[in-house]
Every structure is written in structure tokens, then in C-alpha cells.
């Protein structure tokens, strides 16, 4: 669904009391709309108008007083409970989206159109069909519309959505043997690079870092600030230390394992974090010993 259904402005001067929440077919997330149907149960199927225009939904959230609504936008209101003849409409629509599907895929293949198809979608009232489709660059789409336009006669809205989106709309499993999270929670995507990785630890190997969508792993961006913290009680990479007369360097660490890895060019020994601590700061502990036996 558009992000845009939840700040379509209500000019009506009806007070509302209530608001809710409700999700709609091909759409993991709820969007919120104004009430005063306070009786309202989940799966209830409720008639609102959004963007796209009427639209046929589900009430994933129960009613709940609007004095606890904190946000400035105005919400748009539920039109109405579905009546037998909306959800008669409903079951129709999608029956005929899939004709329309099977009309869109024929058409842009006999254009050589290189798009992929995801679904179709009808408003309620069958004024508009959506197309929302995935492409790996810009499509010139000008003649399907027409070719669309005429077959369909309704309006047609033809949406691009990336390969994240792609993926939050099939669904799958991640590696962690899970449902992936951007169809499950995540309604946002942020940015995820290489250094978060990096930041990590992790093996560079772009396939194995990378998910359904083909983008790096969202999941990278989870345990990064945990990763930064716990990285700054370790020594830096290259850092020396004398032991028994010897001086050996810091070649690299395990954040999970708290081990440390020293290498002195001819030999490497190993070193929990605590180990290395006591030998890197001896006056830090004699310290400690001394207040441990003042109490």
C-alpha cells in the first residue's frame, strides 16, 4: 500500500472517536483510520478510501479512544462496515485482477517489455487497476497503457516498486531458517553498506551477506552498534605488548569469543581479553588486589 493512506486530510467536521488499525490485501502492515464504530473486532471488514480510491480491508487493531492518538496528521475515516454486496465485489475483483494479470504479462512480452509482473489489484469500485511491477531499469511503458487501457477500460496505474519491496511482498525464509524480516516487521528500509560488515567482522563474500532481494542483509544493521561497543574495549590491530621479554603485536580479535590473537613474526599465541589485560595493565590489577584485601 501507498505510504501516503494514512495523511489523506479529512475535511469533514465529524468528530471521530476511535481509531484503528487495518491492512489490506498484498499489505503486511497496518495504516491507521479514524472511527466511530467502536464495536469493531479483528478481521472485521471494514470500506475505506484511500489514495488509490475505495478499498475493501481487514481491522488488524482494535479501536482504541483517539485521545490517545499522538500523531498531528489527520486521519481519513472508515466509510463504512462491508455489506455482503462489498465483499460479493471484493471476491470479483480478485478473480478478474488475475485475468488482467495473465492480459498485462501477454502485452509486455509481445513489446518485449522487461518488467515482472508481482500482482494486480482492483479498487473496490473497479474505477482504477494496479500494476505493480518490478524492473531492473526504467521502462518505457507508454503503449502497454494505451494497448491496457483499452482491453480494461478502467484507469490503469502502473507502480515500480525495487527489489527490497520485491521481496517484503513474496515473503520467504531467511538463512536463520526464519520468515525474512521485511515481511514479517520491518516497514522501513534503511541503508545498508559494506562497512557494516566490515564493522563486524565478516567474511567479505557478497553472495553469503546478501538476501531474497539481492541487496546486503538488513539484519547486518541489527547487532552493528553492539559490534561498535564491544569492539572499543578491545586493543587496536597492531598494538604491541612485551611478554616474558618478548614483544608480540596484535593481529586480530574475536568479539564473541573475547579472544586475541598475537603474533610475534615467528609464533602466535592466544589470549583471552581479561589475559591480555592483566599483562597489558599490571598496576591496573595490583590495584584491585590491594583494595580486594582492604575489604
Same mark, same amino acid.
Given at each position: 500500500m501507498d505510504e501516503n493512506i494514512v495523511v489523506i486530510e479529512n475535511n469533514a467536521k465529524e468528530k471521530y472517536t476511535h481509531f484503528t488499525g487495518v491492512k489490506?490485501?498484498?499489505?503486511?502492515?497496518?495504516?491507521?483510520?479514524? /472511527?466511530n464504530f467502536s464495536d469493531l473486532k479483528v478481521n472485521d471488514r471494514v470500506v475505506v478510501e /484511500?489514495?488509490?480510491?475505495?478499498e475493501?480491508?481487514? @481491522?488488524?487493531i482494535e479501536p482504541i479512544e483517539m485521545e490517545k492518538y499522538s500523531s498531528p496528521l489527520e486521519l481519513a475515516p472508515i466509510l463504512r462496515k462491508a455489506t455482503?454486496?462489498?465483499?460479493?465485489?471484493? *471476491?470479483?475483483?480478485?478473480?478478474?485482477? *488475475?485475468?488482467?494479470?495473465?492480459?498485462?504479462?501477454? *502485452?509486455s512480452k509481445k513489446m518485449n517489455l522487461d518488467m515482472h509482473l508481482i500482482y494486480a489489484e482492483y479498487t473496490l469500485d473497479k474505477t482504477k487497476i494496479t500494476f505493480t511491477y518490478s524492473a531492473d531499469e526504467r521502462v518505457d511503458f507508454r503503449e502497454l497503457l494505451k494497448v491496457l487501457a483499452a482491453r480494461l477500460r478502467t484507469r490503469i496505474d502502473l507502480?515500480?516498486?525495487? !527489489?527490497?519491496?520485491?521481496?517484503?511482498?513474496?515473503g520467504g525464509i531467511g538463512v536463520c531458517g526464519l520468515p525474512i524480516c521485511c515481511s514479517?516487521?520491518?516497514?522501513?528500509?534503511?541503508?545498508?553498506?559494506?562497512?557494516?560488515?566490515?564493522?563486524?567482522?565478516? !567474511? @567479505?563474500?557478497?553472495?553469503?551477506?546478501?538476501g531474497h532481494c539481492g541487496k546486503l542483509i538488513c539484519c547486518l544493521k541489527f547487532e552493528d552498534d553492539a559490534y561498535t561497543d564491544a569492539k572499543a574495549k578491545f586493543?587496536?590491530?597492531?598494538?604491541? @605488548? /612485551? @611478554?616474558?621479554? /618478548?614483544?608480540?603485536?596484535?593481529?586480530?580479535?574475536?568479539?564473541?569469543?573475547?579472544?586475541?590473537?598475537?603474533?610475534?613474526?615467528?609464533?602466535?599465541?592466544?589470549?583471552?581479553?581479561?589475559?591480555?589485560?592483566?599483562?597489558?595493565?599490571?598496576?591496573?590489577?595490583?590495584?584491585q588486589q590491594r583494595y580486594d584485601k582492604k575489604r
Open positions: 489490506f490485501l498484498h499489505s503486511s502492515r497496518s495504516y491507521y483510520f479514524s /472511527t /484511500t489514495v488509490r480510491g475505495k475493501l480491508g481487514w @481491522i488488524s455482503e454486496k462489498d465483499i460479493s465485489w471484493f *471476491e470479483q475483483n480478485i478473480k478478474d485482477a *488475475e485475468q488482467a494479470f495473465q492480459i498485462f504479462n501477454i *502485452e507502480r515500480q516498486i525495487g !527489489a527490497r519491496d520485491k521481496a517484503k511482498m513474496i514479517t516487521f520491518l516497514n522501513e528500509f534503511d541503508g545498508i553498506s559494506i562497512n557494516r560488515a566490515k564493522n563486524q567482522m565478516l !567474511a @567479505i563474500n557478497i553472495p553469503k551477506l546478501s586493543p587496536a590491530i597492531g598494538e604491541s @605488548i /612485551t @611478554i616474558d621479554d /618478548t614483544v608480540f603485536c596484535v593481529e586480530s580479535y574475536n568479539v564473541i569469543s573475547q579472544q586475541i590473537k598475537l603474533n610475534n613474526g615467528d609464533d602466535s599465541i592466544y589470549l583471552s581479553l581479561d589475559e591480555y589485560n592483566k599483562l597489558k595493565f599490571p598496576q591496573k590489577r595490583n590495584k
